[in-house]
């Protein structure tokens, strides 16, 4: 399942719907938050824009990816759009599969390749304004080790 949606998320009730596929023998789930920090303290809300349709098509791209490499059941990715305080949370991914190795890989995979392909802009809100968030190079990094051995 996939979804961009400005609403808030259930993480009991996408955890439970993994988890109802019998054959699934581990469910491994990510759920992140704003943080009232980044490079920059006291951030107190973040604002993220997107391309409606591509970025629905990226993270479709995303999961198709991960079912290609690891032999999963179910997944579900969820961002959010719009602005968001500090603390609520942002994105969750979730990954139901027979063993738990396919299903931590899987995860981490889709978590790794949505912060650096799936097109969102972030932009801060802090004591010091307004600014864009860049794209970090350890994020590029962490996607890059996926590549290795393709």
């Not at 824009?49 to 993270?59: Q, V």
């Not at 690891?70 to 979730?94: K, M, Q, S, Y």
């Not at 396919?102 to 307004?130: H, I, N, V």
């Amino acid at each position: 399942m996939i979804s961009v949606q400005t609403e808030c998320f259930d993480v009991s009730a996408e955890h439970a719907r993994l988890a109802a596929t019998p054959q699934s023998g581990a469910v491994v789930t990510f759920c992140g938050l704003v943080r009232d920090f980044n490079r920059s303290e006291g951030v107190s809300a973040l604002t993220l824009e997107h391309y409606p349709g591509m970025t629905e098509k990226c993270l479709q791209e995303i999961e198709a990816q991960a079912r290609e490499r690891w032999p999963v059941n179910d997944c579900t990715l969820i961002h959010r759009v719009g602005r968001l305080e500090a603390n609520e949370p942002i994105v969750f991914v979730g990954v139901s599969s027979a063993h738990r190795k396919a299903a931590f890989e899987a995860c981490e995979f889709m978590m790794d390749y949505l912060k650096t392909r799936a097109p969102f802009w972030k932009k801060e809100q802090s004591d010091s304004g307004e600014h864009w968030v860049e794209a970090k190079d350890s994020d590029q990094q962490a996607a890059e080790r996926w590549q290795q051995g393709e």
